[in-house]
Each structure stands twice: as C-alpha cells, then as structure tokens.
C-alpha cells in the first residue's frame, strides 16, 4: 500500500518511433552511452526506484541498450498512437508501494539528475499533488505525480505527458523553473547534429 514515505518511482517513455530522425534516435550515442540509457541513468542516479521503461517500437534493441541498469519493463499497446498509451502502460506496472512517479520522455538528454531530485525533494516536503518543470512559459517533463492523481492520468486520452492533468491541477503544483535550453528535444537528424556538435 502506497503511504507518503514510499518510494518515488518512475516512468520513462521509450516506445516512439523516430519517424523524423529516420532511424531509431534512442540509440543514437550521446557522451558514449545510447540515448535512452543516459536518461534512464538520470532517473536511477536521481533516486527513483522503481524505474519502469515503457518500450514498443524497436523494443527488443531498446531493452539491450539498457542491459545490466535495475529497469523493468512495459510495453506500449500502440507505440504509434497518442502519448497516453504509453503512459498508462508504464503507470500500470508500477508496485503498490510506490507513492508518486516522474515522468520523462527519453530524448530529453538535457534533463539532469539534480532536476528530478529537486522534484522529489519538493514531494517530500509538501503537500502538492504534483510537481512540474517549467521552461520559460511551457510546462513540460520531468513530471511528478502522486498516486491520487493517477486514475485520473489513466482516464485522460492524447498527446504529452498528462497535460490535461498537469493544467487541472497547475494552481496547486510545486513549479520548478530550468533553462528553456533544457528542453530541447533530438527528434531531428539536426537537432542530433547540433547536440554532437
């Protein structure tokens, strides 16, 4: 049973299919290691246990890039389709325990462990229902939701990481400002260029 000194899990959202990279960015090198196991290392380095990768497309090589990390595994009924799909999958393998989830999109190379402990250490000492990164005016992951908001993730349908809920409840949320560079993305054969470079 989930109390408030649970831990802090996560949700890592790795079943897209790079259509605009051409090839499967989350295995592109970034600082020696594939794309998805630096940001799944983030979140492990940061505290978050359990860490549950949500795979679909390419999710067999996916998985082998994460070989010997604690990770567990879902997999997205329809990697293709909305966001939400994905989300739900990975909220629905978490343990009972677990007290709140962050969650991060795995090409958000730019995210570092310091952001998502600032998160959980802000769940720790609040009341929040959840706590939201903030890049210039746009609210994006890392994310943290409690366990009282997840059934309503699980009832929401569409793009981004729960962002009807994020806005439902943004008066009350812990708000934690980044550099809007932090946002940058690698969805593009430029934007991976511009991040080797």
């Not at 999710?59 to 989300?87: K, Y």
Request: hydrophobic content about 50%.
């Amino acid at each position: 049973m989930a109390t408030e000194h649970g831990p802090v899990a996560a949700v890592l959202l790795a079943a897209g299919a790079s259509t605009r990279m051409g090839t499967n960015k989350l295995l592109l090198d970034v600082a020696g290691v594939p794309m998805v196991r630096r940001t799944a290392e983030v979140l492990l380095a940061a505290g978050c246990d359990p860490l549950c990768v949500v795979t679909g497309h390419d999710g067999a090589r996916v998985r082998a890039a994460l070989d010997g990390l604690p990770c567990r595994f879902a997999e997205s009924p329809d990697p293709t389709g909305p966001t939400s799909a994905s989300l739900h999958a990975g909220l629905r393998a978490l343990p009972p325990e677990a007290r709140a989830t962050v969650v991060l999109l795995a090409d958000m190379v730019h995210v570092t462990p310091a952001m998502v402990r600032a998160l959980c250490d802000a769940d720790r000492a609040g009341t929040a229902p959840l706590q939201v990164s903030r890049y210039g005016d746009v609210l994006a992951p890392p994310l943290l939701f409690r366990r009282a908001l997840w059934p309503e993730l699980l009832a929401w349908h569409g793009e981004g990481c729960g962002k009807a809920v994020v806005r439902a409840h943004a008066a009350e949320a812990g708000m934690h400002d980044w550099p809007i560079a932090a946002l940058q993305d690698i969805d593009t054969p430029v934007d991976y260029a511009a991040l080797r470079g």
